[in-house]
Nanobody, 129 residues
Framework: QMKLVASGGGSVQAGESLRLSCTAS?????AGWFRQRPGQERERVAA???????TYVDSVKGRFTISRDNAKNTLYLHMHMLKPEDTATYYC??????????????????????????WGQGTQVTVSS
């Protein structure tokens, strides 16, 4: 059974940066990062298919970058210009084949938690103003 282990969360000031890491015990074709704020549904932040296609939620475009080091089986989320509204528990997730959904007239990778079968534990990101 493959596992995902997330790390890298922390407490920062607004405008600072963090890098989240998610190490898998095997290779992943489709992977993504979700976040969940208290009392809210889990939201897909970014997703990656085979290092060729990426998807981001509008609120993080231009600030966050998803990437992967295949040699290390590690998925990253580079977060810059962090805002207090980015405060959440962040989860990495993986799927054997990406589910593409038509959202707002554009096809996007795996926007629903049900699009992923494997999850890492959450890592908390807190951004203070």
């Amino acid at each position: 059974q493959m596992k995902l282990v997330a790390s890298g969360g922390g407490s920062v000031q607004a405008g600072e940066s963090l890098r989240l890491s998610c190490t898998a015990s095997g290779s992943t074709y489709c992977a993504g990062w979700f976040r969940q704020r208290p009392g809210q549904e889990r939201e897909r932040v970014a997703a990656l298919e085979n290092d060729t296609s990426t998807t981001y939620v509008d609120s993080v475009k231009g600030r966050f970058t998803i990437s992967r080091d295949n040699a290390k089986n590690t998925l990253y989320l580079h977060m810059h210009m962090l805002k207090p509204e980015d405060t959440a528990t962040y989860y990495c997730a993986a799927q054997r084949a990406c589910v593409w959904r038509l959202i707002g007239g554009q096809f996007q990778i795996g926007s629903s938690p049900s699009d992923y079968y494997l999850w890492g534990q959450g890592t908390q990101v807190t951004v203070s103003s």
